[in-house]
């Protein structure tokens, strides 16, 4: 049984009570709230996400806590509440999902430190994964997001996450996080995608989730080859185009991308290395999702040849 | 600064043992395992390091190493290349790449 099974009103129940577990993968989440309207729209993102009794251990115990502000002439405010502690400043009520998505990032870019975290969307196809590291305003989730609902399988929209040992990509499923005009754009290029409420004018402009498909929560434990890493540029009205990055610049893009590349030291050092010389790097600007879906499968389709070739 | 052509000193690895180096097309990235820096070393930089994997070498031996033999280098032109060594081997000093030590006359 997935949560969408549950009605909504047994989603608000749990998160008012012992609280709605989401099982991301890498983490496990349990959430509790009762600010309004965020059931309806973990029912609607975390849809495909398996209902479980909330029991065991968890990685994260989230609270958005609701507040009234009286220096604002008692607006509603929720609070996140991590284990009980308050890392950040209160956001308007209505932002209730943003916080707790940021809240949730916050969590595991801190905290999650037995892996190689980066600062990267992350797809399959095939059990290979297309790495997208970049800086926020690239157009990495857009790309992403773009990726999945063209049939790849979403690992992250936030978190690239190598694991040490075999230097293998680990999913961490949860909805896609777009902002402003990729909004509409994703929605015009994947009708098909289910997309949360849009919350208007946070500290980040509008946002809008797009929830991840079945397939990518059902294979949320299945590891991927690193095959590709894509440094994306999304440019208005650009012509499409792929350049490859030399290696060493690859290294230096990818490390400085990484949330606890200092903190591992040289582990984190050979997961670069390692990750480099597997992969092919590209430098890819775009403005048309068509054709930069596209050229990602082509260079894809490159990496796949040579290994039939050998086996 | 150095002075220039002097050999009263040699260069040497500080953990020849210890840093991890990774050959990536033209460029060296190499892992600092006291600092845990990571260290991108361009073609000329990577020059003087790699030099320097033997065992220690004077301002003499370095410019030898990094010198074609059949380049007959004049005056000037050993002044200068000298003087880019010497950058590049206070920058590798700086990163903890590299130290210096006397050279103690027999």
Redesign the interface.
Known sequence: MNIAELPVADVRRRLLNEGLSLDCGLIRARVRSAAPGLAEALHRLYGAFPLDGCTGFHDVTATLRLQRNWRNRGSAEVQFLLDGDAPFEALPAATHLPMLEWGLNWCIASRCHRHLLLHAGVVARAGLGVLIPAVPGSGKSTLTAALASRGYRLLSDEFGVVRLRDHRLLPLVRPISLKNESIAALARFAPEAVIGPTFRSTRKGDVAHVAPTRESVAARNEAAVPALVLFPQFSRGAALSVEAV???????KI?GNSFN??LL??RA??AV?RL??GCRCYRITYSNMEEVVAAVGALLDERVQPLAVGQ | MEEAGADSVRWRLAYPDRIRVVRLNDAAIVFNPLSWQTHYLNEAAQCVFDALTDGPLTMGELIAETVDAHDQLSAKETDEWTRTLLTHLGDLVTMGLVTREAVVMA
Do not use: C, T
């Open positions: 030399d290696d060493g610049l690859a290294f230096v490390s590349y200092e030291g040289e050092f050979e290395a480099v010389q």
